[in-house]
């Protein structure tokens, strides 16, 4: 488990033997198969939950395929690079989504999001942690029943590096065209993201998604609400990708607000995404933007 730059193409990448033994249960429930996300499993490993009537409404476990371990001594030895993996389990039900969410079901998600960010970021290994969300085998989940993850991390990834770069010089976003606000939060879709239909909720207050705030979760998780409506409405239930770009905790830059990329997966990429590294934006931005604008 460590973070390496390729000999032939001068990118980094993470080495991780372990992953590969990931058991796909796509075949889920429905086929006899156990969910072990589904109340009765793993009860007893839970490193946060929320409760209501005593049982839990949201809770995060150990990722068992973790990217990263909290190895100190192998780190320590420069062996293996260090981080915590979690599972973030958003339901009790196993068929129940980001699709179905009410808002109040949305608060608790986001409430253990900042509870497992604060604790995992908080490790003075760490330099960078992330949580994303893989909805559905082709954007990537293994399992069907609704999650996210979190991992942090004793580096800063290049992605967020890049960011950071290009505020330097330029404003992150270029032209955006906001489809929905409120206090706290704005969303809108960026006119060249990398990936066609991509939006973004940036927060207008902070670098850092720690100091998330009571009310912020509120206005956040109304937005969440909202834009997943808006994408059943547009595109129906398809497989999506979210992940929160929050600013390291080591490093400045005041332009930067934290913020989450919504990728509904509506196409998919083969050779010549992998041999040029470039995605084909087929955005109608004109077009999105009518569909999914409520403020018009
Ligand atoms: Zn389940
Ligand atoms: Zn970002």
Known sequence: MKLVTNKHTGRQVLINKLRDSRENDFIGKEEG?????????????????????????????????PALVTNIEEYQKNKCDYGKHEV???TREHLRNFYDFTIEEFENIIKMYRNRFIELDG?????????YKNHL????????????????MSFIPPEIKREIK???KYSLWGDKKIITEN?????????DSYLSGEMIIENRNSGR?????????VDLAESFKEIFSKINEVYGTIPFNIYIHSLPKNIKSPKFKWHVHVIPRKGKFGG??????????????????????TNK
Request: charge should be negative.
């Open 209 to 217: 998604f720690n100091d998330i705030k009571d009310e912020e979760i």
């Open 123 to 131: 490790d003075e290994n760490v330099e960078y942690t992330i949580i």
């Open 88 to 90: 973030l389990i958003e």
């Open 272 to 293: 010549f995404e992998l041999g040029t590294g470039l995605y084909v934006n087929s955005l109608d931005l004109d077009e999105m933007y009518s569909k999914f604008c």
């Open 166 to 168: 290009t505020l330097k």
């Open 183 to 191: 206090k706290n939060f704005e969303v809108f879709i960026p006119e």
């Open 33 to 65: 198969k156990e969910c072990p996300f589904c109340p009765g499993e793993n009860e007893e490993k839970a490193n946060f939950t929320i409760e209501e009537d005593g049982k839990w409404v949201v809770k995060a476990i150990d990722n068992k395929y």
């Open 137 to 152: 085998k082709s954007a990537g989940a293994s399992k069907i029943h609704s999650h996210s993850q979190i991992l942090s």
